[in-house]
Structure formats: C-alpha cells, structure tokens
C-alpha cells in the first residue's frame, strides 16, 4: 500500500460529515462561535494535541509536536464562522438560527482540518511522521467581519510570538471549479478590501426652487460617473482595481431637495501601490466634485483587508504537494487572481505561506434554478462533502512533505 492509499483509508469521510452537518446546522456568527470552538477543541484533546483557547475570544489553537518536539513549525489555517443570510436550502441539516448560515464553506473548512488533524496525530503516535516537527492548526473566528476579522486580532494577542510558524497554510473551497482540483497562484492572488463612505453636504430647498438651495445630490452623481476614471484612466491597465457603489442616499421626499447625499463604496485591489493610488484619488474627486457645486464633503475611508500575496517558495512547494497527491492534471499553479478578499491576508503578512483554492463543484445540493451551481454567499450554497477528503488530504500531504525536505 503507498503513503498515499493508506492516507486514503485512513481518513474518516464518514466523521467529517457529521462534524461539517452539525457545525452547518448551529451556524455562529464571527466572534460568537462557541459550540463550534467547543467542539474544535474537544477533538483536539482527545487525540493528544496541547490545546489553546479564548484566542481572540472563540479562537483554537491545536499544536502537535512529534520526534524530539523541536524544530521547524508549520501553521495550517482553518476558519470557523457563518454569515448574517438567511438560508432557503431546505437541506436535513439545513441552520436552524434564523438569519445565519454557512454561506462560505468555513463548516467544511473546520471539518477537513479536524479530519486531517486526527489522521496527523496517530501518525505522530505511531512514529509514522518524518524528522522532528510542529504543526499548529489555527481554528480562526471571524473571517467575515472585514477590517476586524479575526487573523488579525489573533496577531495582536500575540499568535505568532506563542505559536511561531516558519510557513502557513490556508485553503478555502470555489463554486465552478471541479471537486479534486487544486487552484493557486504565486504573488497577488487576492484583492484587498476597503470601505468608502462620502457624505455631500449642501442645504435643503423646495424642489420647485433650487435657486435657493445648494443639492448635494450634482456632486453625488458627478462622483458616481467620475469614479470610474479612476481605474480606466489612473490605474496601469495591467494591474486591477474595482470600485463599486453599493449604495446611493439622498431626500426623503420628491418635492424637496435634501441636505446631505452619501455614497458607499466597495474598493478592491490587487496591488498595494495601487491601493494608495485610488484611496488618494477618490478623495481629490470627490472632494473636487464638492466644490464644484458649491457644497462640502466628509470622507469616511476604512481600510479592510491587505492584498494576499502568495511567497514563491512555499507556493512552489504546495503546487508539488498538490501535484504528488492528486496528479498534476488536477492542479492549476498560475490560476486567476480573485478582487474577493480573505484575511488570510494578515497571516501572510506576517509569515510566509501560501493559500489555495479547492474544487467545490456545483456546491453539492444547489437544486432548482441554482442547480448549476451558486456561488457563496448565496442562500442557496451548500458546502460540498465531496471536498472534505481532498482537503484532508491535502492538509496532510503539505505536513509530510514539509518534514521530508
């Protein structure tokens, strides 16, 4: 039997499903996953792991040492929370909190790192691990709260300095891209996220004399249209940007011209120059289109989560692992950057490593008009079961071979 059929059998499918029905089921919300982390750390002491919690209030940390317990560290990252949608599945294990659910795919991810972390542990208590070597599992709340997601508040109470990894690792499921396959990309490989609010100031009329008023809403959609000569005439036509008005505000009546008009603003980067580039721009054009209609403008400019860039060398290495475990056939090593964001981001700015995308399929139980697939975040996703050997799989070929090199 190879290294590769007897990881295979030993991982229990059967046991990550019931672990990602049940996370699925009572869905938690970031910074409120207590039964989730209850049971995170339950499983990791029983199998003999050194367990850490209350790290950024629901964080895990599982960390296993084997051979003489020294040596070089690697971190694999899981995370655990649901988002604020209300679920219309219908599924047997569909969330039972209203307005919560498993949007992500973060029960699948919780469940294949535990998957893994058990086959991990009898390797290291049968001898069976090469070298001398420490993994610490990082069971991450939080994901989805933006700039105060929960990497980096995890870093701030001091992760890196009680835990030290020399790489790490994260994963994260993709509708669309077959179950088996493995996606990644050195460099840049998702945008950064930052939020804009702008709040045009005139003075209220009636609408039938706006002679005696000063609209704020000119300015407003002057700033609509004038965004987007930002990333077509601003930014390097080789690099990326998006900017998106997710929301226009102005009046509360048809008669009457309002005091203040407001646009929220969704802006994504692939590169950190260019991060710089469009915040110092959006604020030149609106404050610019402010004054142009005789009115004044505040700036609300809240930066979320950093570019996640991929370090070459663990990157190199993950596509090997990846290409050993599942053939070469069935890796993507230079895939498509994404303008989603993650915050993994933080970790990687701290330690090098690397975050890859597995296949998801068609979501596993979309039906009806989604049964080609959704996307997440949409109330009709379903983590696939599927994937959890593959991710299991492949968290537990990147600690093998981590050890062997």
Known sequence: MTNQEAVVHEIDTEQMKVWRHAIHRNPELGFEEHATSALVAEQLRAWGYEVHTGI???????????GTGE???????????????????GLPWASVNPGKMHGCGHDGHTAMLLGAARVLAERARDGRLPGNGIVTLIFQPAEELGGGGGARRMIEEGLFERFPCDAIFG???????PVGQVHVRPGAFMASSDKVLIRFI????????PHMAVDPTLPAAATVLGLQSIVGRNVNPNLAAVISVGRLAAGSAYNVIGET?????????????????????????????????ACSSEIRYERGY??????????????????RTFGADHVVANAQPLTGSEDFAFLLERVAGCYLLVGNGDNGHAGGKWAGGCMVHNPHYDFNDACLAVG???WIGLVEQYFHN
Do not use: C, K
């Open 261 to 293: 008009a407001e646009l929220e603003l969704s802006v994504r980067t692939l590169d950190p120059e260019v991060r710089d580039l469009v915040e110092r721009r959006i604020r030149e054009l609106a404050e610019h289109q402010a004054r142009a209609y």
């Open 56 to 66: 950024a209030v629901t964080g895990v940390v599982g960390v296993l040492r084997w």
């Open 171 to 177: 994963m994260h499921n993709f509708p669309g891209i």
């Open 202 to 209: 005139g003075r209220g009329g009636h609408g039938g004399m």
């Open 392 to 394: 299991a799989r492949l």
């Open 71 to 89: 040596g070089r560290g690697i971190g694999l990252r899981a995370d655990m929370d649901a988002i604020p949608v209300q679920e219309m599945t």
């Open 306 to 323: 950093p570019v996640l860039i991929n370090a070459a060398e663990p990157t190199a290495f993950a596509v090997e692992v990846a290409r």
